[in-house]
């Protein structure tokens, strides 16, 4: 006599074994059909619990702002060191006149910029016009509401400089070209490559030790006099605002 028990019991299992097959198909097809965001769905709610926590937060942020801090503290230090060469000086609002450039011919024979202010702001004829970078010209005319610059590249410009290097006075002249020329009356000064070139502090009219140039090659040849190329600090063609030098009465 068939033991219908066992029948039963052997048909449950291979039932089962077959829901568990199909239940495994099943979750194969899901995972090919989602691309594999349930597994990443699984694996963001197991790896969880050991994610950066607030701790962590806390010195990485720490970490960074120490970073920035020590940049800071170098470019404070950069900045002392080069005003300590270039002997820069501060100049206050009251002596200074803010413009912004509106105009520009910085490569043709004219050699000039144009001001927003004019005699209406204070701007006279002769005040000496500084950017980022130093010493970009001279005021040569106003109108009511702007000015005209007249740059050290300019064939009208001279100006007097000093090389404090060499404890030496010269004078700047513009060529019509990028690279005005400076001239040493005395064919014996050391002028070197690389010397800074500042505002002469024998000057009456403009601050002492305002940045102009530096040094780009020495002429030999003439015995008269020595004279060397300039490659200025600030850059007209880039430059959108400057300082007007209110003229000293």
Do not use: C
Not at 22 to 27: G, K, R
Not at 48 to 60: A, D, S, T
């Amino acid at each position: 006599m068939v033991d219908i028990r066992g029948i039963s019991t052997n048909r449950w299992w291979h039932k089962k074994k077959n829901w568990g097959l199909f239940i495994f198909l099943l979750f194969l097809f899901f995972v090919r059909i989602s691309k594999g965001s349930l597994y990443k769905d699984f694996y963001f709610l197991v790896s969880k619990p050991f994610w950066p926590g607030q701790f962590q937060r806390e010195v990485l942020t720490k970490s960074v702002e120490q970073e920035f801090l020590i940049r800071l503290k170098q470019l404070e230090k950069d900045n002392r060191r080069l005003r300590e060469i270039l002997s820069l000086q501060r100049l206050s609002d009251s002596e200074t006149i803010s413009a912004s450039v509106i105009s520009r011919k910085t490569d043709s024979w004219w050699r000039q910029i144009v001001l927003n202010k004019g005699a209406r702001d204070g701007v006279e004829v002769g005040s000496f016009v500084v950017g980022p970078g130093g010493l970009l010209g001279r005021v040569n005319n106003t109108s009511l509401f702007t000015s005209s610059v007249i740059l050290l590249t300019s064939t009208e410009s001279k100006v007097g400089v000093w090389v404090e290097r060499i404890q030496s006075h010269g004078l700047l002249v513009g060529l019509g070209t990028d690279y005005p020329k400076v001239i040493f009356y005395n064919n014996e000064v050391d002028i070197e490559v690389g010397d800074f070139v500042l505002s002469s502090p024998a000057s009456t009219l403009l601050p002492p030790n305002i940045p102009i140039g530096i040094i780009q090659s020495v002429d030999e040849e003439l015995k008269a006099q020595k004279t060397a190329n300039l490659l200025l600090l600030a850059k007209p063609q880039a430059i959108d605002w400057v300082q007007i030098l209110k003229v000293k009465i």
